[in-house]
């Protein structure tokens, strides 16, 4: 039986992976009260007290305009909170799987962006997910999966939801839905992402930088057009562009990932539509 770590447990990628290990490994799902990945020698500890066979890094700083005023704060969580990791699972022959993000591009894209293509992050937040990419690739046997625009089911009680989630809420109360009209995007299922991981896991891929994203890519009133569709309720959009919404970090405006190596790993990714019907069939039932 495989022995799991997932940090960050109680977020919402880190409820979708620990759903998705329990049914055949030992799981160990740690909230920042469990575990402050900041806290180097807990982290030591708590590795050594467990002896994980894999440890998956949940754990985030994910306010993109509170990290430009809080910059210690990010890179302690999204870096150095990752290096920590990193250290501990190298003193167990485990495998470490990160999560970052498209953050870590500008934007000035027009297709997807792939593994291969120049990280330039544009913002504090950006910044300390690469960091902590760097950190989980210093270990041999690590995943390091890029997300984004993530949607799904929260742990029972959290406040972690997504921008989806909100859409969503707003289309079935037939209020005024507010998206960008300029940013797209490559919608990320955490259900999806959690199959990935385990599956990843389970295979002969290398080990290795992964994007993990459903596949396609559409702007956000794209995305709250089909929402609308899958309900059977109208949309009442209000357009928002990047410059009108004066954000405190700047927001990469092209930023759709590309799951190709993945799928090259045998591992190949559904629609981000077919993973929104999914997840509304989910929340309906």
Known sequence: MTRVIVTGARGLLGAAITREFQDNGDVQALDRTALDITDERAVDRT??????????????????????????QALAVNGFGVRALARAAGSLPCTLVHYSTDFVFDGDANRP?????EPHPRSVYGLSKLLGEWYAAGHPRAFVLRVESLFGEPAAGSSSKGS?????????????VPVFVDRTVSPS????????????LESNAPAGLYHCVNSGAATWDAIAGEAATLLGRPLRLKPLTL??????????RYCALSPARLASAGIV?????????????????
């Not at 962006?113 to 293509?117: A, K, L, P, S």
């Not at 989806?164 to 005024?176: K, N, S, Y």
């Open 47 to 72: 590795v050594r007290e467990i002896q994980p066979d894999v440890i998956v890094n949940c754990a985030a700083f994910n306010d993109v305009d509170g990290a430009e005023d809080d910059a210690a």
């Open 113 to 117: 962006y792939t593994e291969e293509d």
């Open 269 to 285: 990714m559904p629609s981000w539509q077919d993973a929104l019907r999914r997840h509304l069939q989910s929340m309906s039932g």
């Open 243 to 252: 410059e009108s919404a004066s954000l405190r970090a700047a927001r990469p």
């Open 164 to 176: 989806l989630h909100g859409i969503v809420t707003r289309i079935r109360a037939q209020d005024e």
């Open 189 to 200: 299922y955490t259900v999806d992402v959690a199959r990935a991981t385990r599956a990843l």
